[in-house]
């Protein structure tokens, strides 16, 4: 399995905006002068402060800035300044081969999720799920616990620890008991749905699938699990991990099923592996940060997802 090179204060960051643009190209300045205050170079490219619409920048433009960035030498890790729509059009764009050779991390969430699994489909690289410069960095809130939990990721302090919620919050509940290790994949919800069928989306069998959303009516919830129940998904993989689902309610309230409902009959009836709900990863104000495509142990019954080995060579 591919490890991907440290990202550690006196490297340099890539901003790059290969999905939504970025709400004020003054915030991507802010972002990297605080990745500057916390020892990093940065080299902020043209898709970072670009806009096409909702789009940071055409297509050619923000796949062009992905690929300069994976194959520029000076570059340690590239960092997405946000999610937002669009990266799946550009995936069959990529140069898949210098990804894989240039052994860099990506991070971001969201949106990138699509790249999260292109990445690991076709270079089988580790990559990062967290916070986003724009989103969370210059944002009141980062500082404190989402700050604390990217910072434990890029140190390379997370193995053998299981991930824990911010302080508060509920701990996370066992819909499906059980034990298992497996590499992890996935993150929200729409786009693991969107890639499904296509060549990007990795083989899930033995994996553990994680899964979240945001600013979803809960029947398209149901729809899109529904989707993965009836392609196998859940049957296939070794388990599967529920983080935040915020914002996600019923558009009729008097005649709707909960949340909870939905998960316990679209994931955990069709799953056969362990099925932990509520960690604090993803569309959440205080969240965790963690690595895809590495082996974790998830134990349903303890509540726990404990990273088994680091993404970062040395």
């Known amino acids: 399995m591919a490890k991907i090179r440290p990202i550690r204060p006196g490297g340099t960051l890539g901003f790059v905006g290969p999905s939504g643009a970025a709400p004020e190209p003054l915030d991507v300045e802010r972002a990297a002068q605080m990745a500057r205050d916390?020892?990093?170079g940065v080299k902020i490219g043209p898709s970072a402060t670009a806009r096409y619409g909702y789009l940071s920048g055409e297509d050619p433009l923000r796949a062009g800035d992905?690929?300069?960035?994976?194959?520029?030498?000076?570059?340690?890790?590239?960092?997405?300044v946000r999610g937002g729509y669009g990266l799946p059009r550009?995936?069959?764009?990529?140069?898949?081969?210098?990804?894989?050779?240039?052994?860099?991390?990506?991070?971001?969430?969201?949106d990138i999720t699509a790249l999260?699994?292109?990445?690991w489909t076709h270079c089988q690289l580790p990559s990062l799920h967290g916070p986003m410069p724009t989103t969370e960095w210059v944002r009141p809130g980062f500082a404190g616990f989402t700050q604390d939990s990217l910072t434990a990721l890029l140190e390379d302090r997370q193995t053998g620890k299981p991930l824990a919620n911010p302080p508060g919050c509920?701990?996370?509940?066992?819909?499906?008991?059980?034990?298992?290790?497996?590499?992890?994949?996935?993150?929200?919800?729409?786009?693991?749905?969107?890639?499904?069928?296509?060549?990007?989306?990795?083989?899930?069998?033995?994996?553990?699938?994680?899964?979240?959303?945001?600013?979803?009516?809960?029947?398209?919830?149901?729809?899109?699990?529904?989707?993965?129940?009836?392609?196998?998904?859940?049957?296939?993989?070794?388990?599967?991990?529920?983080?935040?689902?915020?914002?996600?309610?019923?558009?009729?309230?008097?005649?709707?099923?909960?949340?909870?409902?939905?998960?316990?009959?679209?994931?955990?009836?069709?799953?056969?592996g362990p099925v932990l709900s509520g960690l604090m990863i993803g569309h959440c104000r205080e969240k965790i940060s963690l690595a895809l495509g590495?082996?974790?142990?998830?134990?349903a019954a303890a509540g726990t997802l404990t990273p088994l080995e680091s993404p970062f060579g040395h």
């Not at 992905?66 to 997405?80: K, S």
């Not at 993150?187 to 899964?211: E, F, Q, W, Y």
């Open 90 to 110: 550009i995936l069959d764009r990529l140069d898949y081969p210098a990804i894989a050779r240039s052994g860099k991390g990506l991070l971001g969430y969201s």
């Open 294 to 299: 590495v082996r974790y142990r998830l134990d």
């Open 38 to 40: 916390w020892g990093y």
């Open 170 to 272: 509920a701990q996370p509940q066992a819909l499906r008991g059980g034990c298992c290790e497996g590499v992890l994949v996935g993150g929200n919800l729409s786009l693991v749905c969107a890639l499904m069928g296509t060549p990007h989306m990795p083989d899930l069998r033995g994996k553990i699938l994680l899964l979240e959303d945001v600013d979803e009516y809960l029947y398209r919830i149901d729809r899109m699990l529904t989707q993965l129940r009836l392609a196998g998904a859940f049957s296939a993989c070794a388990g599967v991990v529920l983080g935040a689902f915020t914002r996600c309610e019923p558009q009729y309230p008097d005649r709707s099923l909960t949340l909870e409902q939905i998960l316990q009959d679209c994931v955990a009836e069709g799953a056969k």
């Open 66 to 80: 992905l690929n300069r960035m994976f194959q520029d030498e000076d570059v340690d890790g590239v960092v997405c």
């Open 116 to 119: 999260h699994l292109a990445l």
